[in-house]
T-cell receptor
Framework: KAGVTQTPRYLIKTRGQQVTLSCSPISGHRSVSWYQQTPGQGLQFLFE???????NKGNFPGRFSGRQFSNSRSEMNVSTLELGDSALYLC????????????FGPGTRLTVT | KNEVEQSPQNLTAQEGEFITINCSYSVGISALHWLQQHPGGGIVSLFM???GKKKHGRLIATINIQEKHSSLHITASHPRDSAVYICAVASGNQFYFGTGTSLTVIP
């Protein structure tokens, strides 16, 4: 069974631009969660989607948004990029929710200049 | 305020040693996860616990709900166990992470 895939793996953007990251979950998984990892803040929860609905959201500004499609693939979007948005963005899929085992993708390394 | 605290932050062990990493949390939880992150960023889920104890190979995870504490034990440590170990808890509609324990196992 194929693992969680994320595209692109690396991305360089300029302040003020927007970016869209993609996550394809393991086949059969209906929940996708997104996380941000930075050296200063560590791992932080962004949001969780289940069956195309956002179920939970972390403490991030509205510039961070996401969606999930009917095939469970998910995208996250960051608008008006700031230097502090430079991070590793990880998605994880699971059968149900955060109390199910999470399977992580390799991440997208975003650099904002 | 950190909802999840891990100790120690850094740990160096000789190959073969028994290792314990601790995690304390201050919120009510529905589940606790132990994650392993190798250099390069990839994260692997080791355990998901809501009570009791789980064992997988040389790894053992325990949780005490009353004391809000969990431990990850590695028996007969090996250099390939060198990684960052992260404790995370699912609480309400949030998911909180510890800052991680960086483990180095020396041959």
């Amino acid at each position: 069974k194929a693992g969680v895939t994320q595209t692109p793996r690396y991305l360089i953007k300029t302040r003020g631009q927007q970016v869209t990251l993609s996550c394809s979950p393991i086949s059969g998984h209906r929940s996708v969660s997104w996380y941000q990892q930075t050296p200063g803040q560590g791992l932080q929860f962004l949001f969780e989607y289940f069956s195309e609905t956002q179920r939970n959201k972390g403490n991030f500004p509205g510039r961070f948004s996401g969606r999930q499609f009917s095939n469970s693939r998910s995208e996250m979007n960051v608008s008006t990029l700031e230097l502090g948005d430079s991070a590793l963005y990880l998605c994880a899929s699971s059968l149900g929710a955060r109390y199910y085992e999470q399977y992580f993708g390799p991440g997208t390394r975003l650099t904002v200049t | 305020k950190n909802e999840v605290e891990q100790s120690p932050q850094n740990l160096t062990a000789q190959e073969g040693e028994f290792i314990t990493i601790n995690c304390s949390y201050s919120v009510g939880i529905s589940a606790l996860h132990w994650l392993q992150q190798h250099p390069g960023g990839g994260i692997v889920s080791l355990f998901m616990l809501s009570s009791g104890k789980k064992k997988h190979g040389r790894l053992i995870a325990t949780i005490n709900i009353q004391e809000k504490h969990s431990s990850l034990h590695i028996t007969a440590s090996h250099p390939r166990d060198s990684a960052v170990y992260i404790c995370a808890v699912a609480s309400g509609n949030q998911f909180y992470f510890g800052t991680g324990t960086s483990l180095t196992v020396i041959p």
